[in-house]
Each structure stands twice: as C-alpha cells, then as structure tokens.
C-alpha cells in the first residue's frame, strides 16, 4: 500500500485538533512507573520531544507553519525502537521540511486517549491544525519516505534536493507485499487477521527482521480487545481465576503498570500449581517479549525464577 492514496484519502476527511485539549481532560494520569526508558535525545532541531503541556505549542500551532509529524512510542514497545530511528534519520534529512515530534504515551496518557491510540507505535501528520494522515506499526525505510514525501507535497514544501523520496527519480526499495498485507490488517483493527499474517510469514521465514516482535504486538492487541473496563477490579474479586488474572495483566501493561502486570502473575505462579501455573508462567514470559528490552522485565526474571523454585 503506497502512502500517497492513505494521505489523500485522510485530508478529506482531515480531524481537527483545535478541540484535543478540551478533550483531554479526564483526571491526570499516575506517574509512569520507575525505570521507564526516557526518550532517545536529537541534537537535530527537526526533532522534538513533546508533552501534554507542550503539545498545543509544538504540535498544533508549529504545524501551521510546517507539517508535524507525531510519533507516539512507549518504552516496552519493541517495534517502536525500529521505526523511531527511521523517522528520526528523515526528519535529519528533511531540514526542515517537516517536524518529528515524539510522544511517549505512558507519560501522556490524556493525549493519547485524545488522538484514540488503539496501538503503538502510532504515527499520524498534522497539517495547519488537522490531524492528515496516519498509519500504525513498524513499517520499512522505504514505505516511511514516501509517506513523508507526500505530506510534504500535499503541504505545497518540499524535501531538500538529494533527500530519497524528493522528486520522481528516487526509486524505492520493493515492498513485501506479506508485510503490506500484515499492516493493512493492523490499521484497519483487524489483529486477528494481523496476527495470521504475520505467523505466515514466520512459518516460511524463521529469520524475518522484525516480524516475530510484530505478532507478539498483533496478538497482544488481540487479547486486549477482549478485555472491558472492568476487567482488572474482576480479576481482584476473583484471584484464583488464572484467565481474569492475565487479562488484567494485559490490561495493566496497556496502561503502562508494567510492574503491576509482572508482580500480579509471578505470584499467580508462586500459589498455583499443575496446569495453572503452566499458564501463568507462559502468559507472563509472553508479556516480557511485548515489554521487551526494560530493566523492570530482568527484575520480573528473577522474581519468577524465585516463585518456580
């Protein structure tokens, strides 16, 4: 899927964020849990690091004058450590051109409530106030430039001479279609159809670069579908009930409670035996692969380790 006919197909029916800060005004959110990784820091001037506080000034109003990219990440997110780069590299490259501002959504939970971010990382391009143009997941370096590309031309700019993806004669790399077919599930909601995908591609191609991080954010999507609103205060009034307590662990990584994810099934496993803690045991290492790289996850390690033995 080219990024061109996605651009035009969201300006015409483009969200205007002038009223996102009225919307965001649930109570604020706890603070993010100790040893969340803070954002990676540009020294380039084309890219931000914004906040709540900061979004009307650097997201709205700058995007008035140029496009703003927004890129929204968290720090257990591991395909969010894929694209961020990438972004960042093209906005270096833009000079200008157009703005990456990242947002860490653990952080601003009242924004990304806002901008209804259902998963991460979630990119969406904000031209003279409106919300343009998005697209969710990880996707190649390839597929990211002609996004840009086009926000770019749409703004009536255009990328500095040189830049891959500034006039017609930059060719870029040939999409998978499998990855395109995976990511078009994604962005239409669709995790069950995500996840099939990107199995697929697992089952012919062990190896794949970031496809087995992306079915693990596909299935954990998935599952979090299933959940409601009352589904931790359910899994309090029913401890011993092994499925309520590992979706609330999900829902509780969601929202950023990592540490009350892990601490909630290693002592699920701690007094649980047989069958039950197998379960236990597995869901809570499948959520160590969606957190990913974070020292809270070699903590939960060792707390585990100590409940098996």
């Known amino acids: 899927m080219q990024p061109e006919p996605r651009l035009a197909a969201s300006m015409a029916g483009a969200l205007d964020l002038s009223t996102l800060k009225a919307r965001a005004t649930a109570p604020p959110p706890a603070v993010p849990p100790n040893g969340a990784a803070a954002p990676s820091k540009s020294s380039s001037p084309y890219v931000i690091d914004v906040t709540e506080a900061s979004f009307q000034t650097d997201v709205i109003d700058r995007s008035m004058q140029v496009p703003v990219v927004l ?96 006039d017609d004669t930059a060719v870029p790399e040939p999409e998978d279609p499998r990855i395109v077919a995976a990511e078009e599930a994604v962005e239409r909601g669709d995790f069950e159809a995500a996840a099939a995908a990107y199995q697929a591609i697992l089952d012919s191609e062990p190896a794949h670069p970031y496809a087995a991080d992306a079915l693990l954010q596909a299935r954990f999507m998935q599952r979090l579908e299933a959940t409601s609103p009352d589904t931790v205060a359910l899994a309090d009034s029913t401890p011993d009930d092994v499925a309520a307590q590992c979706a609330a662990a999900d829902v509780l990584v969601a929202q950023g409670r990592v540490e009350d994810a892990f601490g909630r099934l290693v002592e699920l496993v701690r007094r649980t035996t047989g069958a039950d803690r197998d379960t236990s045991r597995e869901h809570l290492v499948g959520l160590f692969a969606v957190v990913g790289d974070d020292p809270r996850v070699g903590a939960a390690r060792r707390a585990l380790t100590n409940a098996l033995f």
């Open 71 to 166: 890129d929204l990440w968290a720090a257990w997110c591991e395909p969010c450590k894929q694209l961020s780069p990438i972004l960042e590299k093209l906005a270096v490259e833009g000079n200008g051109a157009w703005i990456l501002a990242k947002l860490d959504v653990d952080a601003n939970q009242r924004i990304a409530q806002a901008l209804k971010v259902q998963g991460i990382p979630a990119v969406k391009a904000v031209l003279q106030g409106q919300l343009v143009a998005e697209f969710s997941g990880a996707i190649p370096e390839a597929e990211a430039r002609q996004f840009v590309a086009a926000l770019v031309e749409a703004a009536g700019g255009a990328l500095p001479a040189g830049a891959v993806g500034a």
